[in-house]
C-alpha cells in the first residue's frame, strides 16, 4: 500500500507548479529578449547617430579644407601684390634718381663733345657719343670719375671718323668713342 497515493492533489499541484515555473521562465526570458532587443536598439541608434556625425565632419573639413585652399591662394595673391608694389615704390623712388644722373651726365660733357646715345641697364650705364679730339674724351672721363654717383669709367672703343666734314663741326666728324660706367646709390653723393 505504500505506492498509492490517496491524495491525487499533490501530483496535481506538482505539475500545476512546473506549468507555472514554465510560464515564467518564458516570460522571463520573452522579457529579457525585448530588453536586450530595444538595448540592441539604442546603441544600434547610437551608432548611426555617430556614423552620420562623422559624415557631418567629414564634409565640413572638406568644407575647411577648400577655405584654407582659397585663403592659400589669397595668401600668395597678396605676396604677388605686395611685391608689385614693392616693385612701384622702388621706381617711384628711383624716378627722381634717373633725371638728376641725366641732369649730372649732360653737365659733365666738355665743349666739342656730343653724346649720341645713353643706355641704362641696372648699374651699368653705357654712353656712345663723338669727340672732336682724344682729349675731350679724356676729360669728359676726368669729369665722370668725380661726379659722386658714378664711377669706374671704362673706354670700350674709340674710332676716328672721316675728316671730310671736321671743318662744319658736325657730330658726324671726330672721333665715334663707346664707354660704360658704374651708377653709385643717389643717397651717397649728392
Do not use: C
Not at 106 to 134: F, M, Q, S
Amino acid at each position: 500500500m505504500k505506492n498509492i497515493n490517496l491524495l491525487p492533489w499533490r501530483e496535481e499541484k506538482r505539475i500545476l507548479n512546473n506549468n507555472i515555473f514554465f510560464i515564467m521562465l518564458g516570460a522571463a526570458s520573452t522579457i529579457v529578449i525585448i530588453i536586450l532587443f530595444f538595448i540592441h536598439l539604442y546603441i544600434q541608434g547610437l551608432i548611426d547617430q555617430k556614423k552620420q556625425d562623422n559624415t557631418y565632419l567629414n564634409q565640413q573639413n572638406a568644407i575647411l579644407d577648400s577655405k584654407i585652399g582659397q585663403i592659400k591662394g589669397l595668401q600668395d595673391e597678396k605676396n604677388q601684390l605686395i611685391n608689385r608694389t614693392k616693385v612701384v615704390q622702388a621706381l617711384q623712388a628711383d624716378r627722381p634718381s634717373i633725371v638728376k644722373l641725366l641732369d649730372g651726365i649732360a653737365r659733365l660733357v666738355p665743349k666739342n663733345l656730343y653724346l649720341t646715345k645713353i643706355n641704362k641697364t641696372g648699374k651699368v650705364i653705357k654712353i656712345d657719343g663723338v669727340a672732336e679730339t682724344y682729349a675731350r674724351i679724356s676729360e669728359y672721363m676726368a669729369n665722370v670719375a668725380e661726379f659722386s654717383w658714378l664711377k669706374n669709367p671704362v673706354l670700350n672703343n674709340s674710332q676716328s671718323k672721316s675728316d671730310e666734314s671736321r671743318d662744319s663741326k658736325s657730330q658726324e666728324s671726330g672721333i665715334s668713342f663707346s664707354m660704360q660706367l658704374m651708377q653709385e646709390s643717389m643717397e651717397e653723393g649728392g
